[in-house]
């Protein structure tokens, strides 16, 4: 007949297996394509020929008549002399400058031009001159790749070349000026062709398959992997730094984080065109910090354990002797946390015989915004025992001092592991080689919301921002070594 008055077993809360959650991010990584300026510079000056024109013709009015006024009239006291203007422009080293977004292309020219036979009398006047060159050049890309230049040519003739011939001043600027206008087209024409042929689609082409990868954030407890996969590339401009000349493209990507096995590697898709680009460059990521329950349950019996033997004294019940053990966490509804201890009590008055039960507690793990500190909060207790003396059971998770000391066993404190799981990305991802890139990340920020209880323990979604780049740094080549034998030893 006792079993009739036995309450029945509390059923304990519904574990449920929450997997950990990381929302996909959009992320921008910087993809700079550099040029060195003296490749250039060659390029322009085997384009450009040295000889920039010649001139070998004859002018029938090199010497204007000479006239004199006579009574009113302009009598010609000398006739028009003709000649045969000879001569040569050329060109010396073509030059690239420039700072920030100004390319500057520099051109020293110098004339040799001679006027001979002048009227069967002077043999031969021969002129020298020289202009500077300077052009301010606009570069950008084309959507399909196609680099462009608008080159702003401006001159001067530092030494207009020309002669005196019968005290009269001959120029040959004006037609110095009209063939300088062609070498100022070919300019412009060449130094785009001289540009592709840099190859900055390659270069961006193969960044650009290289950039589809998997990284790895934290190599256990847990593994944590970081999938990056562009989708567009973006022109962001261009910069002369130093004798370089930077063309940089913008790669928007989808960044996905996942915990355990290595997802697979996202498959590569051929260089887009280009978009404009706007928007500020960076990197957004998931990083997980978990803390498995199993690190909690040992803490909970310990505490539990001592508070034991030092004693408790349920209020109006008086002193009760008490062993906890198999103390159980996992994660239940409603964003709680179900702890099961087996624990068996007795009160030293006799008053009730010994009883033996399974208790269960839930409660709510919270913490502040970018707190690694948390809190449980909301405990609540339910009873299953094999005895009417339940509510012994009830009544001793209610004392003071067993509810700060599962309160306090289930407070739990991130900043060891959020500072390992942190510092481990960090190292992982701030130079990374891939093949013969480097990815390099810049972690700036790092921020997180609220934990929450999962299948796999506590989890604290971190977010880190900054800023990421992949650059052409080809590995080292090793020399090749031939090994020539010596001659045959002879016996």
Same mark, same amino acid.
């Given at each position: ?30 993809? *700079? ?59 010396? *080293? ?65 030494? *207009? ?248 066993? @289930? ?70 070594? @031939?090994?020539? *034998? ?6």
């Amino acid at each position: 007949m006792a079993g009739c008055h036995r309450k029945p077993a509390v059923p304990p809360p519904p574990r449920l297996e929450i997997p950990v959650h990381l929302p996909e991010t959009a992320s921008t990584v910087v993809v *700079p394509i550099t040029a060195q300026l003296a490749d250039l510079e060659r390029a322009l000056n085997r384009a450009v020929p040295q000889t920039l024109w010649s001139i070998d013709r004859e002018e029938p009015r090199c010497v204007s008549a000479q006239r004199v006024k006579v009574f009113g009239e302009r009598i010609k006291v000398t006739p028009d002399l003709a000649c045969r203007i000879v001569g040569t422009v050329r060109r010396g *080293p073509i030059t690239l400058s420039g700072s920030g977004e100004t390319l500057r292309i520099n051109l020293p020219v110098n004339a040799t031009i001679s006027a001979e036979d002048v009227g069967g009398i002077i043999r031969r006047e021969t002129a020298t001159g020289a202009a500077s060159v300077h052009g301010d050049v606009r570069l950008s890309v084309n959507p399909d790749w196609t680099p462009t230049a608008k080159v702003s040519i401006r001159y001067d003739w530092t030494t *207009p070349p020309g002669v005196t011939l019968f005290g009269k001043r001959i120029t040959f600027v004006d037609k110095a000026d009209q063939k300088l206008a062609g070498v100022i087209a070919g300019l412009e024409r060449d130094l785009p062709k001289e540009l592709r042929a840099l190859d900055a689609r390659g270069q961006a082409a193969a960044a650009w398959r290289e950039g589809f990868t998997v990284l790895q954030l934290n190599e256990d407890n847990p593994p944590v992997w970081l999938r990056i996969t562009p989708t567009e590339i973006g022109y962001a401009g261009y910069r002369v730094v130093g004798r370089e000349l930077r063309l940089t493209a913008i790669a928007k990507a989808l960044t996905q984080t996942f915990v355990g096995d290595r997802p697979a590697d996202p498959t590569p898709t051929p260089l887009p065109n280009l978009v404009r680009q706007s928007k500020q460059p960076h990197l957004t990521f998931q990083i997980p910090v978990v803390a498995d329950y199993a690190q909690l349950e040992p803490v909970l019996a310990r505490a539990l354990k001592k508070l034991a033997a030092r004693g408790i004294t349920i209020p109006r019940a008086g002193p009760v002797d008490a062993k906890f053990d198999d103390v159980t966490i996992y994660a239940t509804t409603d964003n709680r946390l179900a702890v099961g201890i087996t624990v068996e009590a007795k009160l030293r008055s006799g008053v009730i015989e010994k009883t033996r039960g399974r208790v269960w507690l839930t409660g709510v793990p919270d913490n502040k915004a970018n707190s690694e500190e948390v809190e449980i909060h909301d405990l609540r207790i339910a009873a299953e025992t094999d005895r009417e003396a339940v509510n012994l059971l009830i009544d001793l998770f209610k004392t003071p001092e067993v509810v700060e000391a599962i309160r306090q066993s @289930l407070t739990q404190d991130f900043a060891r592991d959020y500072d390992k799981v942190i510092g481990s990305a960090r190292k992982a991802i701030a130079a990374k080689r891939l093949g013969d890139f480097m990815l390099r990340v810049n972690m700036k920020q790092v921020t997180h919301g609220r934990v929450v209880p999962t299948g796999s323990g506590l989890f604290l979604a971190v977010q880190a921002r900054g800023d990421a780049s992949i650059a052409y740094q080809p590995r080292p080549r090793a020399a090749s070594t @031939l090994h020539t *034998p010596g001659p045959a030893k002879t016996r």
